[in-house]
């Protein structure tokens, strides 16, 4: 195959694909949504020889268990697939919304009318519900896509890719809206992020390197973020309960997420008499501390936090721990180490909390809530097709909204500017 060629003729596609879907009702959406829906349930045994085959293949390359579990397609997982796509069907149609309509003094109305981004190039590794995910979300939102998956899920990813195609031609859509990458070559994933002639925005969903990668050589916007390095921040005015709940569910909940606090600020007033109890519930759980010299101090057995630390995403049942004297230093470690991701705050003063909403520069900040609630579907949006930190028009969690862009539209009556 001539990978070069190969993507380009992609590209081609998803471009004049891209025309036919943004101006495609919701109702053929929503139907070809549900007819990919359909399919899958009626492919369900094909799936599963398909991630079969997969799996072997993944055992013979010596993928560790945590990637085999994420590949693996399970009938709770393919139920989910189907479950999100009848979700994203019924979520609201963002294409031709029309807001903040205003008259100017010349006569004409100026509002803003949200538009698809256009063709959008998905990159993402391992879990094969990605390529559901991804397609359900473009589609509603009337862009077309390429899908590139990980090589380990080759196999799956394209039998959900057929039955991606029979639910678009059930819809009368163009098949060619949702395309994934057959080829496992990596240079198809060089040549997807360097067509700006046909890719208008690239999403890259995996490890740190990928996205490194993508990011620095990419010649098309990219929605993303690198770390998740979030913190929450107990203040002297925090609730105690409240507090040490938020804290213990912020790490503990998951360890594996981008959304998992990594660091713990605790303002030095209640310190010792909240971190003891502390320590004993991430002790009871399992999870390593690491803190600063006060903290060790008051927790004398624990490890030494290094600079490293502060600015480390563990992924892994580890906490580094800070005592600081007040909202100022904690603002000014959020932001000096942080990732920009989801940061919060306990406390029960609403000055502080306003403060800390007002300088902390990220994607998501919170008020006596935990990080892990910085999600797309914990945030109404449906679903996410990912996180971004970047300071564009999508940041936080991106759904539908996020996969749309906004144009001026003006309504005039023969006006004249004179």
């Known amino acids: 195959m001539d990978v070069n060629q190969y993507m380009i003729t992609l590209g081609e596609q998803a471009r004049s694909a891209a025309t036919a879907i943004a101006r495609a009702s919701t109702q053929d959406k929503n139907k070809a949504l549900l007819a990919i829906a359909d399919a899958i349930s009626q ?15 993944g055992r013979a390359k010596g993928l560790d268990a945590a990637l085999l579990d994420r590949l693996e397609l399970t009938d709770a997982r393919i139920d989910t697939m189907i479950e999100g796509l009848h979700q994203v069907a019924t979520l609201p149609d963002p294409v031709g919304e029309i807001t903040n309509m205003k008259y100017r003094p010349s006569g ?105 990668r993508v990011s620095k050589e990419a010649r098309v916007p990219v929605i993303k973020h690198l770390d998740g390095i979030c913190h929450v921040y107990l203040d002297r005015f925090a609730d ?19 959304n998992t606090m990594e660091t713990l600020l605790v303002h030095q007033q209640v310190a010792n008499e909240w971190l003891p109890e502390l ?6 759980l399992g999870v390593e501390l690491r803190g600063c010299d006060q903290t060790r101090d ?26 600081v004297a007040s909202i100022d230093d904690a603002i000014e ?11 919060s705050i306990v406390t029960e003063n609403y000055t502080l909390a306003r403060q800390f909403l007002t300088e902390v520069d990220s994607s ?17 949006l449906g679903a996410e097709i990912g996180i971004s930190t970047d300071k564009i028009h999508a940041r936080g969690p991106v759904g539908l909204d996020g996969l749309t862009s906004q144009k001026y539209v003006v309504f005039g009556n023969g006006e004249v500017r004179t």
């Open 43 to 57: 492919q369900r045994s094909a799936l599963y020889q398909a991630n079969a085959t997969d799996l072997e293949n």
């Open 108 to 212: 004409i109305q100026v509002g803003k009318m949200r538009v698809p981004l256009g063709v959008i190039g998905i990159i993402y590794e391992s879990r094969p519900n990605v390529t559901i995910e991804a397609a359900s979300l473009c589609l509603k939102s009337g862009n077309a896509t390429i899908l590139r998956g990980g090589s380990e899920s080759i196999a799956s990813n394209q039998m959900l890719a057929a039955c991606i195609r029979t639910g678009l031609a059930a819809a009368g859509l163009p098949e060619t809206a949702v395309q994934v990458v057959e080829t496992t070559d990596r240079a198809a994933v060089g040549k997807l992020i360097t067509m700006p002639e046909f890719v208008d925005v690239i999403v890259p969903r995996g490890g740190k390197g990928l996205i490194e």
């Open 240 to 258: 105690k309960t409240k507090a040490l709940n938020i804290a213990v569910n912020a790490k503990t909940h998951r360890y594996g997420t981008c």
């Open 279 to 284: 320590g004993e519930a991430f002790a009871a």
């Open 298 to 323: 008051i927790l004398n057995s624990i490890h030494a936090a290094t600079a490293a630390d502060w600015d480390t995403e563990y992924l892994a049942p580890i906490l580094s721990i800070k005592i």
């Open 333 to 343: 470690h959020i932001n000096r180490h942080g990732s920009h991701h989801t940061d």
């Open 364 to 380: 998501s900040v919170m008020i006596n809530a935990s990080t892990r609630f910085a999600d797309g579907f914990e945030y109404g």
